[in-house]
C-alpha cells in the first residue's frame, strides 16, 4: 500500500545551520505531496505541497522538490531560526486517503 | 480565512464514562477527516466522511462512532472511555472536487484525558 516514511528524530541545529529533512514514498498511482509543521500544543499546519513531479514547493524558506525518479520528497532549509522549532510530516494524498510519515522532531538552539 | 473549528479544546473524562467531539470544517469542504495523535506519535487515522456519508474508516476502534451532519459539522462520539483513549484528537477537512490539489486543513485539536 501506499506509505511515507520519513528520517527519524530528533534533529538538533545551531541557529542558521542548513536543514534537510528526508522523506521518501511508496505510492501505486501519482500522489500529491505535503510537508506540515506542528508546533507544541497545536494542530497541523500546512508547510508547502507539490502535486506532481519535478513540482517544487515553497514557504518561509523551506523548499521541498517532488523528485519522481528517487520517490523523495526532501525538506530544506538554508538557515534555521530558533522558531522553526517543532515537528515535521511528510504526506502524500492517494485518491481521497492521506500517509502520514512519523514526523521528525527539530530544535534550533541559539 | 475561516479554519477548521474543534470543540472542546480539552476535555477530561473517567473511565468508562462517554465523549463527544464536534468538529466544524471550512465552508465548502465536502470531506471530514479524523484523526488520533498519541504523545510523540503521527496522526493515525481514523474515519473520513465525505458528502456526509462514511467514506473510508481506518484504526478506528468499535466503541467510538462518528457522524456527519446536513450542516457538514461533525462529531465523534467516544463510549466506555479507557485510559488509553487519552490524545489528541484532530479534525481535518478537505475538499474532494480539487482531490489532487486540495490538502488537508486541521483544526487545532481536542485534548482528551481520561483518568
Known amino acids: 500500500g501506499d506509505s511515507v516514511t520519513q528520517m527519524e528524530g530528533p534533529v538538533t541545529l545551531s541557529e542558521e545551520a542548513f536543514l534537510t529533512i528526508n522523506c521518501t514514498y511508496t505510492?501505486?498511482?501519482?500522489?500529491?505531496l505535503f510537508w506540515y509543521v506542528q508546533y507544541p500544543g497545536e494542530g497541523l499546519q500546512l508547510l508547502l505541497k507539490?502535486?506532481?513531479?519535478?513540482d517544487k514547493g515553497s514557504n518561509k524558506g523551506f523548499e521541498a522538490t517532488y523528485r519522481k525518479e528517487t520517490t523523495s520528497f526532501h525538506l530544506e532549509k538554508g538557515s534555521v531560526q530558533v522558531s522553526d522549532s517543532a515537528v515535521y510530516f511528510c504526506?502524500?494524498?492517494?485518491?481521497?486517503?492521506?500517509?502520514f510519515g512519523t514526523g521528525t522532531s527539530l530544535t534550533v538552539i541559539p | 480565512a475561516a479554519g477548521v473549528i474543534q470543540s472542546p479544546r480539552h476535555l477530561i473524562k473517567e473511565k468508562r464514562e462517554t465523549a463527544t467531539l464536534k468538529c466544524y470544517p471550512i465552508?465548502?469542504?465536502?470531506?471530514v477527516y479524523w484523526y488520533q495523535q498519541g504523545p510523540g506519535q503521527d496522526p493515525q487515522f481514523l474515519i473520513s466522511f465525505y458528502e456526509k456519508m462514511q467514506s473510508d474508516k481506518g484504526s478506528i476502534p468499535d466503541r467510538f462512532s462518528a457522524q456527519q451532519f446536513s450542516d457538514y459539522h461533525s462529531e465523534l462520539n467516544m463510549s466506555s472511555l479507557e485510559l488509553g483513549d487519552s490524545a489528541l484528537y484532530f479534525c481535518?477537512?478537505?475538499?474532494?472536487?480539487?482531490?489532487?490539489?486540495?490538502?488537508?486543513?486541521f483544526g487545532n485539536g481536542t485534548r482528551l484525558t481520561v483518568t
Open positions: 504526506a502524500l494524498r492517494s485518491d481521497n486517503q492521506f500517509y
Open positions: 507539490a502535486t506532481k513531479a519535478d
Open positions: 481535518a477537512s478537505s475538499w474532494r472536487q480539487a482531490a489532487k490539489v486540495s490538502p488537508l486543513h
Open positions: 465552508p465548502r469542504h465536502d470531506t
Open positions: 505510492a501505486t498511482g501519482y500522489p500529491s
